[in-house]
T-cell receptor, first 113, second 111 residues
Framework: QQPVQSPQAVILREGEDAVINCSSSKALYSVHWYRQKHGEAPVFLMILLKGGEQKGHEKISASFNEKKQQSSLYLTASQLSYSGTYFCGTETGPNFGNEKLTFGTGTRLTIIP | NAGVTQTPKFQVLKTGQSMTLQCAQDMNHEYMSWYRQDPGMGLRLIHYSVGAGITDQGEVPNGYNVSRSTTEDFPLRLLSAAPSQTSVYFC??????????FGSGTQLSVL
């Protein structure tokens, strides 16, 4: 079953913050985040492992609450380049390099000047 | 450094026709996979391979075949195209860290 992402879409002004959530009904081992710009392939952002580790990537960070099977992606002081659709992908086991990710339906983020 | 190369970028088929989507990677990754992307449904796993000679089904395998004769290549075959297979297809390979590298995609329309 696909993880549920919320919100489905969000519009921000440049410099504002955003939070994108991903929740699953299954026990998770890892959560992966990708960003896809229109007409392009998804691009890797980060992986979070079981253990509640929070990771960062430029002004984009994420957390993973394994007890709640939820992950949140935080975009701070958003830039125009952050526009795109964000997908979370979930994995239920430690299959590093052999992930069979189940992706959410995506959150479309639009940043306006 | 080419990464993951997919061909063709666009394809139009008539119902019942067959075709092969090509995928090649030059990163020596063992794991490769095919996803389809439909509006509002995200990416769904079709087939995957953990190495040469080994393939398995993903979430939506019906109507598709794969083979993996070399580490580099992982073609996806549509045996008898149906309008329901109209989609954008992405091939991906996985680094040992778990990071997926996607090809540029194939936009397929079946009339």
């Amino acid at each position: 079953q696909q993880p549920v992402q919320s919100p489905q879409a969000v519009i921000l002004r440049e410099g504002e913050d955003a939070v994108i959530n991903c929740s699953s009904s299954k026990a998770l081992y890892s959560v992966h985040w990708y960003r896809q710009k229109h007409g392009e392939a998804p691009v890797f952002l980060m992986i979070l492992l079981k253990g509640g580790e929070q990771k960062g990537h430029e002004k984009i960070s994420a957390s993973f609450n394994e007890k709640k099977q939820q992950s949140s992606l935080y975009l701070t002081a958003s830039q125009l380049s952050y526009s795109g659709t964000y997908f979370c992908g979930t994995e239920t086991g430690p299959n590093f390099g052999n992930e069979k990710l189940t992706f959410g339906t995506g959150t479309r983020l639009t940043i306006i000047p | 450094n080419a990464g993951v190369t997919q061909t063709p970028k666009f394809q139009v088929l008539k119902t019942g026709q067959s075709m092969t989507l090509q995928c090649a990677q030059d990163m020596n990754h063992e794991y490769m996979s095919w996803y389809r992307q439909d509006p509002g449904m995200g990416l769904r796993l079709i087939h995957y391979s953990v190495g040469a000679g080994i393939t398995d089904q993903g979430e939506v395998p019906n109507g598709y075949n794969v083979s993996r004769s070399t580490t580099e290549d992982f073609p996806l075959r549509l045996l008898s195209a149906a309008p329901s297979q109209t989609s954008v297809y992405f091939c991906a390979s996985s680094a040992p860290t778990g990071q997926l590298f996607f090809g540029s995609g194939t936009q397929l329309s079946v009339l």
